[in-house]
């Protein structure tokens, strides 16, 4: 018998019963009535995603069995099958049978149903393996045939598409979607999109071009953008020239319909999703709403997946703060448990401060969701629920890579082992920071916001409107940081646009953290907790709370900016690291 020391593996309860910032949160946001009749799901489910439960079990083996590509069978005839785990069609079923998409649109909460649905799928995300993945697309996909369906004036066609819907919100037999936007040409600049429809004799089209990304391909369905070409070889360019399409992936027979798998990506993360680059050869599609409104329609997809990919760094950021809690207490170092060692805990601290942050956050813009879908938001609600999407996506990307990689390194270099599941969790939440756009086409989104729809004013006065009912001098000084803090974003809107841009980063994520800020006061006065307002104050009395710089000085030049960025010697002008030829004069060999 083995005698030499062996180190506790950390354990892991009730997901749901753990989450101590949730459950608080659901009990301040939701009626009590509500929450009676939902909560019981909630517990039942927190014990299925847990290490005893079937969710990981499934999960795990399909990290241990990635897609794959057959192209051809024994006979030389090509039939691109993706093969896998079924594991992952385990998942599916799940997602399906615990409603973590019909939930949204049963609509028996009204507008908490949408939260309802969101905290069962935060749950479940981490145990997954990302199965939240064609879930986020099956749910915009839903929304999209939901708003839209009846702009189709073919009753067979529209008929197709309430199908599709009834099976996409269904709990038993379900489908799932894809989402095909990216291309060659353009990646996140759809308007550079090559994929041309053409129209059949019966009202539909037949769609043809080159998908780069094109995730969950197993999917039944997919929503995909395309340029309409005219009768006589015409079309328009530009955004302004793409139409939204839906395309059902297989004819009668189970075969793709005229669809060529070219390979499967090979990923630093979600191995699990199988990601195809595929071309389409007159594939069938049917068009939803009108020609060349594809980019507008196609925003309400947007926003629910973007929240998806928040929830998924979520989901990583609790499960990395949870099995780092657990071990805390089991590893003994330096004479005692690292949970006793100061620097342990002031670590673990503030990335529980952070998370906490963005949850709160998260449930306010589901809670905004609610409202809108049930027809409940004001004017000002649609516009804020408008720049709170890409706001929550970028910044908890961007976060929730720092908490994952902290967590894994408080393990220590078992952390950094496969079979610890944190590198899972790490790669899984990288790809949150890339999907629906980046951080940086994020940032320039919000700005876009702000010029066409005036948002940056309806923010400032609802956060004015909101701090000026805060009364006492015990908030005083928070109030006074916070309102400065607004006008500091107030004097920096009025720079020139390509300073705006340029810094568009920085003056989103000071946006995020005001907005931030008041929901955590606002949430400690109602609970009237002194751990709560600490956490608040965390927040509010960071130094990195406006992160605009002074773009008066030289240091921040646009022009300083690029002669960095790009190597430019300031003499000559000339590029160092740029083109086929080194400044020796030899060629520069491809990477």
Request: with cysteine.
């Amino acid at each position: 018998m083995e005698t030499r020391f062996q180190q506790e593996e950390p354990h892991l309860g009730n997901q749901y019963l753990e989450d101590t910032t949730l459950l608080e949160l659901l009990r301040a946001r939701i009626p009590n009535e509500i929450l009676n009749e939902i909560e019981e799901d909630l517990v039942r489910f927190g014990e299925r995603v847990a290490p005893g439960g079937d969710i990981l079990a499934f999960a795990r083996s399909t990290t241990s069995n990635p897609p794959r590509l057959i192209q051809r069978n024994a006979w030389g005839r090509r039939i691109d099958d993706i093969i896998v785990d079924n594991g992952w069609d385990q998942l599916k079923k799940i997602g399906a049978s615990e409603g973590l998409i019909s939930i949204g649109y049963e609509r028996n909460y009204g507008e908490y149903s949408r939260l309802y649905q969101f905290v069962k799928l935060y749950l479940f995300s981490s145990s997954s393996n990302v199965v939240d993945c064609p879930l986020a697309m099956s749910d915009g996909a839903s929304r999209v045939l939901e708003l839209y369906s009846d702009t189709v004036q073919d009753p067979k066609l529209r008929e197709e598409l309430n199908y599709a819907y009834t099976k996409l919100t269904s709990r038993t037999d379900s489908w799932t979607s894809g989402q095909w936007m990216t291309e060659k040409t353009g990646g996140s600049d759809v308007s550079r999109t090559e994929t041309i429809a053409t129209l059949n004799d019966d009202g539909s089209y037949a769609l043809s071009g080159y998908k780069y990304f094109t995730s969950a391909t197993k999917s039944n369905i997919a929503i995909t953008l395309a340029r309409i070409i005219n009768p006589d070889g015409s079309f328009r360019h530009g955004s302004r020239g793409l139409s939204l399409f839906f395309i059902k992936l297989r004819d009668e027979d189970g075969n793709l319909d005229q669809i060529t798998v070219h390979k499967l990506k090979e990923k630093l993360g979600t191995r699990s999703v199988p990601t195809a680059e595929l071309e389409m050869h007159e594939t069938r599609g049917i068009l939803i709403g009108q020609p060349g409104q594809g980019i507008k329609l196609i925003t309400s997809m947007l926003n629910i997946t973007r929240l998806y990919c928040s929830m998924g760094c979520l989901s990583g950021c609790r499960r990395g703060i949870a099995v780092v809690r657990d071990y805390s207490a089991r590893r003994f170092a330096s004479g005692k448990y690292i949970s006793e060692h100061p620097l342990h805990l002031t670590t673990l601290s503030t990335l529980e401060i952070t998370f906490k942050g963005i949850l709160h956050f998260y449930v306010d813009v589901l809670l905004l969701l609610g409202k809108v879908e049930n027809k409940l938001a004001t004017s000002e609600e649609h516009v804020l629920f408008r720049v709170f999407c890409p706001l929550l996506k970028m910044f908890s990307a961007k976060k929730g890579i720092e908490i994952t990689s902290e967590c894994l390194e408080s393990l220590g270099g078992t952390g950094y082992m496969e079979d610890s599941d944190m590198p899972r969790l790490l790669r899984d939440i990288q790809v949150n920071a890339i999907w629906e756009g980046t951080t940086n086409v994020m940032s320039l989104d919000v700005l876009r916001s702000i010029f066409r729809n005036n948002s940056l004013d309806i923010y400032l006065k609802h956060i004015r409107k909101r701090l000026s009912v805060i009364k006492g001098n015990s908030y005083k000084e928070d109030v006074d940081i916070l309102t400065n803090a607004l006008y500091a974003i107030e004097q920096f809107s009025q720079q020139k646009r390509a300073v705006l841009e340029a810094y568009s980063r920085s003056f989103s994520f000071s946006l995020t953290n005001i907005y931030i800020s008041l929901l955590l006061l606002e949430h400690s006065i109602l609970r009237r907790n002194g751990i709560d307002l600490a956490v608040a104050r965390r927040w509010i009395r960071n130094p990195q709370l406006v992160e605009i710089p002074n773009v008066g000085d030289d240091y921040y030049g646009l022009a300083v900016n690029k002669y960095i960025a790009m190597d430019i010697d300031i003499n000559t002008r000339k590029y160092r690291g740029v083109g086929n030829i080194d400044p020796m004069g030899n060629t520069r060999a491809k990477y």
